[in-house]
């Protein structure tokens, strides 16, 4: 069981990860606001984190890069999940050091299938 930490500032999409992942046997986690998704990264120390790439105060690409810019949180996966499909707006999350990349809407078989290859290759 391995614990993932879902930021996202809709409650709707929260919602619907905790739908998919009900299954899974993970221990989820939420933040809604990239700030607060920092803070609860070094305060649990998830083993995923799921990350929006738009939220009203920082966004994902800004929170992505304080979380691989620290020695506490550098190794923790994240899969930034974006509705976003401009080239070089996921350049710029790449960059930040996102380790995946999931386009809304997704299916709940590619989810669990990139979630399950990072918890592997963490």
């Known amino acids: 069981m391995a614990h993932i930490l879902i930021v996202d500032d809709s409650n709707l999409e929260r919602k619907k990860f905790s739908l998919v992942l009900a299954n ?5 986690t939420f933040a809604s606001t990239g700030e607060d998704g920092i803070t609860m990264a070094f305060e649990g120390k998830p083993d ?3 990350m929006d790439f738009i939220m009203p105060d920082i966004d994902g690409v800004q929170a992505t890069d304080y979380l691989k ?4 949180t550098k190794n923790i996966p994240i899969i930034m999940v974006t509705s976003i499909r401009q080239k070089e707006e996921i350049v710029k999350a790449i960059k930040s050091g996102v380790n995946d990349f999931i386009i809304k809407p997704f299916k709940r078989e590619q989810l669990i299938e990139k979630i399950n290859y990072q918890l ?3």
């Not at 899974?24 to 989820?28: F, M, S, T, V």
Request: no cysteine; glycine share 0%; net charge positive.
């Open 69 to 72: 810019s620290n020695d506490a």
């Open 24 to 28: 899974e046997n993970h221990r989820l």
């Open 48 to 50: 995923l984190i799921i």
């Open 120 to 122: 592997k290759n963490k």
